[in-house]
């Protein structure tokens, strides 16, 4: 769940709370001093804070795909980039330093997640062992889980699909990966398909 970064976006986000139900939309930041909202149904606003006023300004168009190729590779040798691996420390590199990336592009996430992570709170490694602890995992709390993996943690965890059998699809977590200390955590994930094979209709939904 996005919150604001600088003053700026401070106030559009308290422009924002006083005008619109934010329940309805994602928020997540197009620059140091702007915001956008997103709607159930895809549709965009934007708001900037300029000369102590928020006013609405226009959806900036998609980023060249030839300036962003030739970016990354320029980037990839930039020693700063080992240091951008949280969802933190890439948000304040992308604030403060002018790149075409939008937000999304630079947290590399797909829409799947990166609607996840502007919707819900990240969560803690506790939160994860205490989701994992039955052995079944729902697709929401998976989502968390592999936003908590991409975080950082997968410098010294692994999370990775293991296989389907006539359970269902079975996901494996090792802890300190790779050590002497490495600790393995298996599950299954309750989705459509394994609520299908253990005979638990209530959770599928047939057209």
């Not at 592009?105 to 994860?128: G, N």
């Amino acid at each position: 769940m996005y919150k604001p970064y600088t003053v700026e976006q401070y106030k559009v986000y308290q422009f924002i709370k006083n005008h619109f139900v934010t329940e309805h939309f994602l928020i997540s930041p197009l620059s140091r001093s702007a915001l956008i909202l997103e709607d159930q149904a895809g549709d965009k606003i934007a708001f900037l804070y300029q000369d102590n006023t928020v006013r609405e300004i226009s959806i900036p168009p998609t980023p060249d795909p030839e300036k962003i190729r030739l970016f990354i590779d320029e980037f990839a040798s930039n020693p700063l980039r080992a240091t951008l691996n949280t969802f933190d420390s890439i948000t304040r590199w992308w604030l403060a330093h002018p790149n075409p990336l939008n937000y999304q592009q630079a947290l590399s996430l797909p829409d799947d997640l990166y609607h996840h992570f502007l919707t819900y709170s990240l969560i803690t490694v506790e939160e994860v062992r205490s989701i994992i602890a039955n052995g079944l995992v729902s697709e929401k709390n998976y989502n968390d889980i592999r936003l908590w993996y991409r975080n950082g943690n997968y410098t010294s965890c692994w999370l990775g699909p293991l296989g389907v059998d006539g359970t269902g699809h079975l996901y494996g977590l090792i802890f300190q990966y790779n050590k002497p200390e490495a600790e393995k955590r298996v599950f299954y994930l309750v989705d459509e398909y394994y609520c299908y094979m253990n005979h638990n209709p209530s959770h599928i939904t047939m057209e």
